[in-house]
């Protein structure tokens, strides 16, 4: 149950695109269609953001997207605002009821 | 409106126990999971343990398993974390949240968390 590898820093210019990555295994990421996705500002609970791979909850923005290909996950944000500006975590379902939440990844705009 | 209150942090001792609750409202409790995230100062997000609707999957993090029980009262929206033997390591903000589904997936609610300190 080790955490879910992402890049540990990501950044952008308003308006631009960016993509966070998150590796998992052939136990975990790789078996399920079942990633999710959580912003979170300082100070906050997270927000989820993306799950099952692909679906947004209600309320949350069309720039914000999912997918999973193989072992690895991927959240795409689109047309990047200054609130988007926060720490981004992957968790995904790993069997046996369990979950995995990856490392983590600071989005600077 | 949908809502979880954690309850029962403190700071504990090495080797002391201590339990946790998590009082839901809004929503009807035993139509879904629900779990316990913890984030330790400065640190990442780490996944504690989950429960599905009736209890029948029951999930540990390798780092708390033997030492924590996970369990909820459908018939008191509630869920509950007992934690023994505390270690210095378990120093967290423990977050409970509800699971999108009766079983698995996303956490689409969470508490504002409640802090457990633990001294050697």
């Known amino acids: 149950q080790s955490a879910l590898p992402q890049p540990a820093s990501v950044s952008g210019s308003p308006g631009q695109s960016i993509t966070i990555s998150c590796t998992g295994t052939?136990?975990?990421?790789?078996?399920?269609?079942?990633v999710s996705w959580y912003q979170q500002h300082p100070g906050k609970a997270p927000k989820l953001m993306i799950y099952?791979?692909?679906k947004r909850p209600s309320g949350v923005s069309y720039r914000f997207s999912g997918s999973q290909s193989g072992n690895t996950a991927s959240l795409r944000i689109s047309g990047l605002q200054a609130e988007d500006e926060a720490d981004y975590y992957c968790c995904s379902y790993a069997g046996s009821g369990t979950e995995v939440f990856g490392t983590g990844t600071k989005v600077t705009v | 409106e949908v809502q979880l209150v954690e309850s029962g942090g403190g700071s504990v001792q090495a080797g002391r126990s201590l339990r946790l609750s998590c009082a839901a409202s809004g929503f009807t409790f035993d139509d879904y999971a629900m779990h316990w995230v913890r984030q330790a100062p400065g640190k990442g997000l780490e996944w504690v343990s989950g429960?599905?609707?009736?209890?029948?999957?029951?999930g540990y993090a390798d780092s708390v398993k033997g030492r924590i029980t996970i369990s909820r009262d459908n018939a008191k929206n509630s869920l509950y974390l007992q934690m023994n033997s505390l270690r210095a390591e378990d120093t967290a903000l423990y977050y409970c949240?509800?699971?999108?589904?009766?079983?698995?997936?996303?956490?689409?609610?969470w508490g504002q968390g409640t802090m457990v300190t633990v001294s050697s």
């Open positions: 052939s136990s975990d990421v790789g078996s399920y269609i079942l």
């Open positions: 429960i599905s609707w009736n209890s029948g999957i029951i």
């Open positions: 949240a509800k699971g999108i589904t009766m079983v698995r997936g996303g956490l689409d609610i």
């Open positions: 099952e791979g692909d």
